[in-house]
């Protein structure tokens, strides 16, 4: 009989470099070949680059521990990402998923983040009926309002959950710019401080600032009513008599309908709710967001911008985001856009609002 050793020894060869290919196409998170040492050294640049103090060294050793979490975790994820197979003759490439990258939230776990930092309520405030736009309307196949000098530069709203403050802001500047030609800063703070419908720091809802500044006909600017972070005592005058871009009311966009959420960003820029609650979009850095998340249960408001056809032939929406430019691509995030399930990624076309002139 044959010697079966040189088929064994084939064999074990064949499982080596099984072992080796599917070492190097999952590399271990970058924490698991870098000593404690090391670790602490990139915490410490991290830290400084984010201007972080803790109030004691049990508080920074706990600050530790999570970022070393976060990224095990963006280590994880990069390693997963696989590129596509190419469409119509085209090269592949790695851009069927987003990516994700360390930020300034390295140091929170997903319920800290959450709870700081998105604000949503979306209940509706004094919601008028949906306006559906004709579905005859004009509309072109790509718009960015940025390329109209229609968005100011990306906002950071901090430790305060005020984003129903900063995407109503961001809409109303963009329909100012579009009926005026005049770009100008809002005030986010005059909102955060007197609007009543809402929480302040502690959550509240767009249409409700939409209706605040509707109801006092106009909103003044960003720097005579500079952004704290903190609700204050209402400045009445500057709410009532000191206005740079004026309002009369807000439409609501028929909910879980796409098309018309793309007929209505076509004119201007739009509010939508989101669901920001997993640490893929806490860590987004670019590329087309597909999930996780929940089309169903919203806490954030971004405000869509535009929208397009790219990513290997993916279409998107453009939204803009309070989170600083660090975040994100720019502070923009490119959220999947006509899927097929109503609500939209991340429950984008449940409730989606614009100010009127």
């Not at 004709?134 to 109209?148: F, T």
Request: charged share 15%; net charge neutral; glycine share 10%.
């Amino acid at each position: 009989m044959a010697s079966s050793k040189p088929f064994l020894g084939l064999l074990l060869s064949v499982a080596c470099l099984l072992q080796v290919l599917l070492a190097a196409a999952n590399p271990p998170p970058p924490s698991c070949d870098k000593s404690d040492e090391e670790l602490r050294f990139m915490f410490s640049q991290w830290m400084a680059k984010y201007s972080k103090h803790y109030s004691c060294p049990q508080e920074q050793e706990k600050r530790f521990q999570v970022w070393k979490d976060n990224t095990n975790f963006i280590g994880a994820y990069r390693s997963q990402t696989v590129p596509s197979s190419g469409v119509g003759g085209f090269a592949p490439q790695t851009i069927t998923t987003s990516s994700v990258g360390i930020n300034r939230f390295g140091d929170l776990t997903v319920s800290e983040f959450v709870d700081q930092f998105t604000g949503a309520n979306n209940t509706a405030f004094k919601t008028p009926p949906p306006s559906p736009l004709s579905p005859h309307s004009w509309q072109p196949c790509c718009v960015d309002w940025r390329s109209s000098g229609a968005v100011t530069g990306v906002k950071n709203q901090g430790p305060c959950s005020s984003c129903w403050a900063f995407s109503a802001a961001a809409a109303i500047e963009g329909l100012h710019k579009i009926k005026t030609g005049e770009l100008v800063s809002l005030s986010e703070q005059v909102m955060l401080d007197c609007d009543t419908g809402s929480n302040g720091c502690n959550g509240g809802h767009s249409d409700s600032a939409f209706n605040l500044v509707a109801s006092r006909g106009g909103i003044t600017s960003e720097e005579k009513y500079p952004y704290t972070g903190v609700k204050g005592s209402c400045d009445v005058g500057k709410l009532l008599f000191d206005h740079s871009a004026s309002l009369s009311g807000f439409s609501a966009v028929p909910p879980n309908d796409e098309r018309q959420l793309a007929l209505a960003v076509a004119r201007q820029p739009v509010t939508v709710y989101i669901d920001a609650s997993t640490r893929e979009f806490m860590f987004y850095k670019g590329g087309l967001y597909r999930g996780p998340c929940s089309p169903s249960t919203v806490n954030h408001a971004v405000t869509i911008v535009g929208y397009c056809e790219g990513f290997g032939g993916d279409k998107y929406w453009i939204a803009k985001n309070s989170w600083s430019n660090d975040w994100g691509d720019q502070g923009y995030v490119y959220l999947a856009k006509d899927v097929w399930w109503p609500q939209g990624t991340c429950g984008l076309a449940t409730s989606p609002f614009y100010p009127t002139a």
